[in-house]
């Protein structure tokens, strides 16, 4: 049975908090909650999402909601706003991909002054702002998920 840390400390300190959208992550890969465990396993939604999954099949409206952050040290994700109980049924379910809304810090330490400069430079837009991010990464040797592209509804 897999140990849940817990987390209470505010994310984002010291960091760039990059919005990279709906990605498709492994559940085997967040390693924190932003909830206690023994809460989440105890709250009626647990079941009820439970139950809903062996009818249904994991079909989530609204994969936003489940909030990830990857964490710069260990390369993991913590559930940050949201999701808890997705996040913990996914991993029980054995399930090798989700949908989530992923987030990654980037501690301003492993930046260059002139990447930075050039983060702060593109303040009035998101996609560049992105793609010098994604550049980053690449230097950092960060994996990025792949996005998560909603399945075409045919009636």
């Known amino acids: 049975m897999k140990t849940w840390d817990y987390s209470r400390e505010p994310i984002g300190e010291n960091c760039i908090l990059v919005d990279l959208g709906l ?55 913590q559930v940050c706003s949201g999701g808890n109980h997705r996040a913990v049924l996914a991993y029980d379910l054995g399930l090798q991909e989700v949908p989530a809304s992923v987030s990654y810090l980037v501690p301003y330490e492993l930046l260059t002054s002139g990447e930075l400069e050039a983060y702060e430079r593109a303040s009035g837009s998101e996609k560049l702002q992105l793609a010098i991010m994604m550049m980053i990464f690449l230097r950092l040797g960060w994996d990025i998920p792949k996005k998560y592209e909603r399945p075409v509804r045919i009636r």
């Open 23 to 77: 990605r498709c992550i492994n559940p085997r890969q967040i390693f924190c909650l932003s909830k206690p465990y023994e809460r989440i396993r105890t709250e009626n939604v647990s079941s009820n999402l439970r139950r809903s999954v062996e009818a249904y099949g994991w079909k989530d409206p609204s994969p936003q909601s489940l909030h990830i952050v990857r964490d710069p040290a260990s390369g993991l994700y």
